[in-house]
Structure formats: C-alpha cells, structure tokens
C-alpha cells in the first residue's frame, strides 16, 4: 500500500528552467492537491482538483500550473522556476476513509526543490 | 473558510498528557475539526477527527465543547517520538474542500 507517491525527492534547478512534478495515488481518492511548505512555515494550497476532469486554484497558484492526468495522477508544472519558488512540495489526495470513519488527507513524502 | 488560532510552540516532558487548544470563533454548521501531526520532513499525518463532544482514538483525544469555538487535542502520556508539529484544521468534510493549515503548534518533548 504506497499511497501518495511523490517524484522526484529532491531537484535543484537553474532560475528560469521549467519541470514538472509528479504525483500518484494509488487508494482511488477523488480529489488531490499540491501545497508548498517554506521553512518554518505550514502548508498552502497550490491547486487542487476536486474530482478527475476539474482543476481550481489555491492560495498560491502563481508561477504553477497543474495537471489531473487521470484518477490517479495529478501532476504541478513550474514553468520559469524562481528562486521564491524554493520549497518544499507536498501532493495529497483526500477522501472518506469508511473502515475508519473519517474523511482524511494521505500526504506524500514530498519534493524538495532548490532554485538558484 | 473558519480561522484557527493555536499556541506556537508547547513544552513538555516524557510521560506527561499534553493539551492544545485550538480556537475557531467563526466555525460553521457543518465543519468539522481534524488534527494533523507532522514530523521534519514528512508530509502531515491524519490524528483525529471530530463535530462535537469527544472523539477518542488509539493515539488521542478530541474534546469539543457544545459551542464549537474551539477544540482540544489531547496526547496522553508522551514520549521524545510526539516532537512535532500539529496542525488544527476547520472545515467541510468532502471532495475537493480547501482545508487550510495555519502554522500549528510546535510540541518539544523533553527527556
């Protein structure tokens, strides 16, 4: 049971370059998300995607765009890295966790990216 | 979207319980209360989840007073492996819905 799978761990990227992260879940959540986490700081939202076919914006949706490739990939694409953009990225998905009785997030492992 | 107010950081020792109040003046109808617990360089795990009264589970302890303005995480008896991060969320349980995590409550646990 991998759950939310994150790639890759780590990426350091030159000002200016493009790359795409990826993420996939494999518990058939409907809704999946991107958040970013500076130092010291907690999550925001990036994008999420409700349901597959839907995309909407998060907090801090500048600079991002994203993909929901299918059920069970979402994928956040930086287009012209900036430094600001140094964080850490977290994809989650969500959904009612019925053998517990919830309705919970399942975090991946995260990217850490560097832009210099 | 309810704000949430938490301590920012919190003492204790091993082996004491640990209580963190989490205010949430504006919490609607039909929000929910969840707890997240995250660790350096881990992505947030789920803790527990409540509407109102108390909600206990193998790891914590939810307490929701009848007015819903705030909520209390309870850890009992804590070990160093509880240094962490927690994260009061306030909000619509269903798909698609923008939890948003404030800065938490760092919890140092000392020996």
């Known amino acids: 049971n991998a759950g939310v799978t994150q790639t890759p761990k780590f990426q350091v990227l030159k000002t200016g370059q493009s790359m795409t992260l990826q993420c996939a879940q494999d518990?058939?959540?409907?809704?999946m998300y991107w958040y970013r986490q500076d130092p010291g700081m907690g999550l925001r939202l990036i994008y999420y995607?409700?349901?597959?076919?839907?995309?909407d914006k998060g907090e801090v949706p500048n600079g991002y765009n994203v993909s929901r490739l299918n059920k069970r990939e979402f994928s956040l694409r930086l287009e012209s890295a900036a430094p600001s953009q140094t964080s850490v990225y977290f994809c989650a998905s969500s959904d009612f966790i019925e053998r517990q009785g919830y309705y919970g997030y399942t975090f991946g492992s995260g990217t850490r990216l560097t832009v210099v | 979207l309810a704000k949430t107010t938490q301590p920012i950081s919190m003492d204790s020792y091993e082996g004491q319980e640990v209580n963190i109040t989490c205010s949430h003046n504006?919490?609607?109808?039909?929000?929910?209360i969840t707890w997240y617990q995250q660790f350096p360089s881990q992505g947030p795990r789920f803790i527990i989840q409540?509407?109102?009264t108390k909600v206990t589970n193998e790891v914590a302890s939810l307490f929701i007073p009848a007015d819903r303005k705030s909520s209390t995480l309870s850890l009992p008896r804590v070990s160093l492996s509880d240094t962490a991060v927690y994260y009061c969320l306030v909000g619509l349980i269903n798909a698609g819905n923008m939890l948003t995590f404030g800065g938490g409550t760092r919890l140092m646990v000392k020996p």
């Open positions: 995607s409700a349901s597959e076919g839907t995309t």
């Open positions: 518990m058939n959540h409907n809704s």
């Open positions: 409540g509407y109102k």
């Open positions: 504006n919490i609607a109808t039909n929000d929910y």
